[in-house]
């Protein structure tokens, strides 16, 4: 497992923008699948985006497909989440996960490492 500390979260009005980062403890990062998730009050953790070992591939859930971009730099041991053109249904705790399989994961299971997750409140 990895060390997984988020920060980047914070109040924005709709229509804005914020770049959330999950830094990584370990000489494992390069070797790990990393994906976001969020969860808002009352619903399920739902996926957003993951991305592959080498960063070159992707995967977006369809609700954030065009504003948001998921990116890593393995020498910092960080992976970002850019969100562009914010919307209010946006609002939840986001959080990073690290999965050892190879495969660019939508689903919870196959990811055994989380951080404690940062808040992203976006108002109308």
């Known amino acids: 497992q990895v060390q997984l500390v988020e920060s980047g979260g914070g109040l924005v009005q709709a229509g804005g923008s914020l770049r959330l980062s999950c830094a990584a403890s370990?000489?494992?990062?390069?070797?790990?699948?990393m994906g976001w998730f969020r969860q808002a009050p009352g619903k399920e953790r739902e996926f957003v985006a993951a991305?592959?070992?080498?960063?070159?591939?992707?995967s977006y859930a369809d609700s954030v497909k065009g504003r948001f971009t998921v990116s890593r730099d393995n020498a910092k041991n960080t992976v970002y989440l850019q969100m562009n053109s914010l919307k209010p249904e946006d609002t939840a705790v986001y959080y990073c996960?690290?999965?050892?399989?190879?495969?660019?994961?939508?689903?919870?299971?196959?990811?055994?490492?989380w951080g404690p997750g940062t808040q992203v409140t976006v108002s109308s």
């Open positions: 991305i592959s070992r080498s960063g070159g591939r992707t």
């Open positions: 996960a690290a999965s050892p399989i190879g495969v660019v994961a939508t689903v919870r299971g196959v990811y055994d490492s």
């Open positions: 370990g000489r494992t990062f390069s070797t790990r699948v």
